[in-house]
Structures are given as structure tokens and as C-alpha cells.
């Protein structure tokens, strides 16, 4: 037996839709349960990404500057407190002058008294391809001096929507003179 289903008609439409949108409103529209479809999430896939990070501390074309410190940061081993904005560009190859991907834009700041340990926040923002406008963020611990540093990777917008991770840091070139470093990312990451 077929049931009575009632007829679709514009008035029906309109009148469902305002019901829709009426059980959204009684919760105040503040929140409410969605699928993952519905925002249009399909599978969660795994990318990895490299790149080479260009921390240039020295000479005009500077993209890392300290912007804070304590008393004691000079003559701490460690450098405790010393705060540094960057603007580091990112590379495909190790040479500056090979293609540029993105850049690292944010903070790190020395945060340990025993050894050089930073504290990094920043977003990674790529221009490649299709991944030009979408960013990673990172919050981690780095310990510079150490081979391979892990850091997390906390979020992501664009493509890199609901990110989760890590990135493998290796120090690829340091200039004792200058202080210029160049370092090897290797990012892994979940997200849609
Ligand atoms: C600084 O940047 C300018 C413009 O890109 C470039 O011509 C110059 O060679 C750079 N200088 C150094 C020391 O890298
Ligand atoms: C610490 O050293 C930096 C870099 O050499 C210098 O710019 C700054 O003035 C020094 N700060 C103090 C408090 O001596
Ligand atoms: C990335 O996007 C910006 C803004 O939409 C655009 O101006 C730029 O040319 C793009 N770069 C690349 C490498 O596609």
C-alpha cells in the first residue's frame, strides 16, 4: 500500500523551509549537529609536504627580527626571552632563489634557560598551485641544536581544513657568522 505522502507543492516548499530554518532559530542558532557531508568533508587523506625554511637573521633583505627581550636575554646562554616576529620565505630547494612556496609567518621565542629551546607559533602560508591561500599553524617546542625537532601541527584553513600533525624540522645550513639558517621541513597531516 502506498501511503499518502503530501504534495509537494511551492507552498510546501516554502513552508518546510521556514520550519527548517524555525528548529534552528528555537536553539538560538547558536549550534547544532551537522554530518560531515553536508559541509561537503569527503575522505580524510594523508599529504606530505617539504620545503626548505630560510631564517635570515642578517643583512638587508632580513626576514626574521627580534622584537623582544628581557634584561637578562644577552647574557643568558640560551637567550631566554629573546622574541622574534618572521616573514621566511619557503623554498622546494635549498637555494633561495629556487621556487617559492609559501612563507612562515609568526613568532618564535626562546623559552628554556638549560638549552636552546624555542617556542614556535606560526602558520605556514602557501602560494603553490592549488594550495596557494591555505595554511598550516604550528605550535611546538624546538630545540635547534637537536637533528630532528618535532613540532605539531594544530589546524589549517583552505585545503587544510581540520588539520592535525607533525613536522620534522632538520637543520640544512646554519652560517655561525651571520647567524642565517636554513632548515628542511618535512610536514605530514591529516585533513580533507
Ligand atoms: C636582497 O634582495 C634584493 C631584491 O630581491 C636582491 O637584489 C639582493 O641581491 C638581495 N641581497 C642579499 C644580500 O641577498
Ligand atoms: C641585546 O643584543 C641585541 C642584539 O645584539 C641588541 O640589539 C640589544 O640592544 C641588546 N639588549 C640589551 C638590553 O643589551
Ligand atoms: C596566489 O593567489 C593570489 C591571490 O589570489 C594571486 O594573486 C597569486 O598570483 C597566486 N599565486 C600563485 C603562485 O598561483
Known amino acids: 500500500m502506498a501511503k499518502t505522502l503530501p504534495k509537494v507543492t511551492p507552498t510546501f516548499?516554502?513552508?518546510?523551509?521556514?520550519?527548517?530554518f524555525a528548529s534552528f532559530a528555537t536553539a538560538g542558532g547558536f549550534s547544532r549537529t551537522l554530518s560531515p557531508a553536508k559541509l561537503g568533508l569527503k575522505r580524510e587523506k594523508l599529504?606530505?609536504?617539504?620545503?626548505?625554511?630560510?631564517?635570515?637573521?642578517?643583512?638587508?633583505?632580513?626576514?626574521?627580527?627580534?622584537?623582544?627581550?628581557?634584561?637578562?636575554?644577552?647574557?643568558?646562554?640560551?637567550?631566554?626571552g629573546a622574541v622574534v616576529m618572521i616573514d621566511d620565505p619557503l623554498t622546494a630547494r635549498p637555494e633561495l632563489t629556487s621556487k617559492h612556496v609559501g612563507r612562515a609567518q609568526g613568532i618564535y621565542a626562546s623559552a628554556s634557560q638549560t638549552e636552546v629551546g624555542f617556542l614556535m607559533v606560526l602558520n605556514f602560508a602557501f602560494m603553490e598551485g592549488k594550495?596557494?591561500?591555505?595554511?598550516?599553524?604550528?605550535?611546538?617546542?624546538?630545540?635547534?641544536?637537536?637533528?630532528v625537532r618535532e613540532l605539531p601541527i594544530v589546524g589549517g584553513s583552505g585545503l587544510?581544513?581540520?588539520?592535525?600533525?607533525?613536522?620534522?624540522?632538520r637543520t640544512h645550513t646554519f652560517?655561525?657568522?651571520?647567524?642565517?639558517?636554513?632548515?628542511?621541513?618535512?610536514?605530514?597531516?591529516?585533513?580533507?
Open 47 to 80: 599529504s606530505h609536504l617539504h620545503f626548505y625554511f630560510h631564517d635570515i637573521v642578517s643583512g638587508p633583505n632580513q626576514t626574521a627580527v627580534r622584537v623582544a627581550e628581557a634584561p637578562m636575554t644577552n647574557t643568558s646562554l640560551t637567550g631566554f
Open 160 to 169: 587544510f581544513r581540520f588539520a592535525r600533525g607533525y613536522a620534522h624540522a
Open 13 to 20: 516548499l516554502i513552508l518546510f523551509t521556514i520550519l527548517s
Open 131 to 147: 594550495y596557494n591561500g591555505s595554511t598550516l599553524s604550528v605550535l611546538g617546542r624546538n630545540t635547534v641544536l637537536s637533528a
Open 175 to 192: 652560517d655561525i657568522g651571520s647567524g642565517d639558517a636554513v632548515v628542511e621541513y618535512n610536514v605530514y597531516v591529516f585533513h580533507y
